[in-house]
């Protein structure tokens, strides 16, 4: 009995214990992955501590100067051998922590722990570097809209896709990372910080013209600066910081119009779609040219897929998904993600935000000389997809399926939420990427040129993407770039690699890649049904490799 009660005691104290996530320490703008480039922790800055009975359940945010160390009975420390010092806490809940890293916070590896109640957590590592900014977004993930205000003379709006910023406009940026102050818990004083900060619209460089904290928080800073005037035009316009000449921040996006008008894409007609809301359906007809690398040997296969999603969406102005809101044509977006994620199917933001909708029983594609089913696989977001074809000899798989230049017909008999529905879509030939031999082996800090030939005739963006995972630190990171097919070539600046993981060493596959593909996203296929508002369908053909990030 003795030992039972023993037992019951040391199971309360384990319940009670704080406990920090794995990884669960991030910039509280960018959330940038610990082992990434920019997912190091700001000496003054703000973080975000997620983990478990980390502070009171209905929560408590610090309302007044000077903060303290202890905030409703949560403290937390950062420790570097036999240096510690006290982070300042400004919000505490059981789930997550907010805190300031005190300025002099050592640099270097340190371990951080929670005490709450006179209860320690476990110690989480954690790098603190001097500077490490993170733009603020409006969905609170570290991706999409950014929190940037125009300056009007009717006074500052929050930049949108209907509040747009023109070239030559002043602008606040905010976020967190500058680097650290002279006092961090009392009210801060406005001043510019000494630290090299670069801002980048568009791939434009922009005029700065204050770089500090802001005046109404603590860990907090503000960047102004002034749209440059040959910044594109688009709703998606990526937005970044480099500060120190290296640390590049995460990708935020804000909305340019010359005339300060309503923004448009004219290159991509999905993201009107996808703001405006509503009920609609997209099916993306893919046909792939893939080489990869196992065991040091290149193995060449095609495959041929086809998706389908049905989905309602609450849109508005700053709705972001980023399978659909793309940058401007001969620009960058990237993103930077906790996590391992080598087939994009799970990237945060991409399920639906109101529901899936259900399309009834597999929806079938009928080609020039088969037909296939494409069954519902996942549960958020929910597709109706299939592999249709691949050269691979996989038993019951069809070598191919995709004719160039052949109609190809989705077919639905509809389901619960929506109707029957057929579309046509014609396929095409991938474009040559002439010189691939150079990307088999990226600097990320130099970026690199892609070339191609023989766009397909209806495409009206060439679009390369990158994308890679490090196990070992349980990252992913990637980018997008549209260039104009016309133009026959482009060059991926180092801005847009810079949080890209390097390809760890001794895999036996090669989990990096590069995708060189077309689409005509500005007038795609439609389709109507009951119970949608618009149905949009595209046929998309690219040229994939393997790739090590160095």
């Known amino acids: 009995m003795r030992a039972f009660w023993v037992l019951l005691w040391f199971s309360s104290l384990g319940i009670a214990q704080p406990y920090i996530n794995y990884r669960g320490i991030v910039n509280v703008a960018s959330y940038m992955a610990p082992g990434l480039p920019a997912g190091s922790l700001p000496q003054g800055g703000m973080i975000a501590i997620f983990g478990s009975k980390l502070g009171p359940a209905a929560g408590a945010q610090a309302t007044s100067f000077p903060l303290g160390t202890t905030l409703s009975g949560v403290s937390v420390t950062v420790t570097q051998q036999s240096t510690t010092v006290n982070a300042l806490p400004v919000y505490v809940g059981a789930g997550q922590i907010n805190a300031i890293v005190p300025s002099n916070a050592p640099l270097g590896r340190v371990s951080v722990r929670v005490t709450y109640n006179g209860v320690a957590s476990n110690s989480s590592p954690a790098n603190v570097v001097a500077s490490s900014f993170g733009i603020i977004t409006v969905n609170g993930a570290g991706f999409g809209p950014g929190i940037i205000q125009n300056f009007a003379t009717a006074g500052l709006t929050v930049n949108s896709t209907q509040a747009t910023a023109q070239p030559g406009q002043a602008e606040i940026l905010w976020g967190t990372g500058l680097g650290p102050v002279a006092q961090d818990n009392v009210s801060p004083t406005v001043a510019n910080l000494p630290v090299k900060v670069e801002v980048f619209v568009g791939g434009q460089a922009a005029s700065v013209f204050y770089s500090g904290r802001s005046s109404c928080c603590s860990g907090i800073d503000q960047i102004n600066f002034y749209v440059p005037p040959a910044a594109p035009a688009g709703c998606y316009v990526p937005v970044v910081v480099r500060v120190g000449g290296s640390v590049v921040s995460n990708t935020a996006t804000m909305a340019i119009d010359p005339n300060g008008a309503p923004c448009t894409d004219a290159a991509n007609s999905l993201s009107a779609t996808f703001r405006a809301g509503g009920r609609f359906g997209a099916a993306l007809l893919r046909h792939e040219d893939d080489q990869m690398t196992v065991n040091g040997a290149t193995q060449s296969f095609s495959i041929d897929r086809a998706a389908l999603s049905l989905r309602q969406e609450t849109g508005g102005v700053w709705a972001f998904n980023p399978y659909v809101s793309f940058p401007p044509l001969g620009t960058c977006t990237a993103y930077g993600i906790a996590g391992v994620f080598p087939t994009l199917s799970d990237l945060p933001g991409i399920a639906a935000t109101v529901k899936d909708l259900n399309g009834g029983a597999s929806p079938s594609l009928t080609g020039p000389s088969a037909t296939a089913s494409l069954a519902q696989v996942g549960t958020s977001p929910a597709l109706y997809a299939g592999l ?163």
Request: charged residues 5%; hydrophobic residues 45%.
């Open 388 to 550: 249709l074809a691949t050269s691979q000899n996989l038993t019951g798989i069809p070598l191919s399926f995709f004719v160039n230049g052949a109609s190809n017909t989705l077919s639905g008999t509809g389901g619960a939420d929506v109707g029957a529905f057929k579309a046509n879509i014609t396929a095409n030939a991938a474009p040559v990427w002439t010189n691939s031999t150079n990307a088999a082996t990226v600097a990320r800090a130099s970026g690199f040129t892609v070339a191609w030939s023989n766009a397909p005739a209806g495409a009206n963006v060439i679009s390369i993407i990158g994308f890679n995972v490090d196990p070992a630190n349980n990252v992913s990171g990637g980018f997008q770039c549209l260039a104009n097919p016309s133009a026959g070539s482009f060059t991926v600046p180092a801005l847009a690699l810079a949080n890209v993981p390097a390809t760890p060493a001794g895999l036996a596959v090669v989990r990096g890649w590069i995708s060189v593909g077309a689409a005509q996203l500005a007038s795609p296929v439609t389709f109507t049904a009951t119970g949608l508002d618009k149905g949009i369908a595209i046929f998309g053909s690219s040229s994939q490799q393997t790739v090590v990030f160095q």
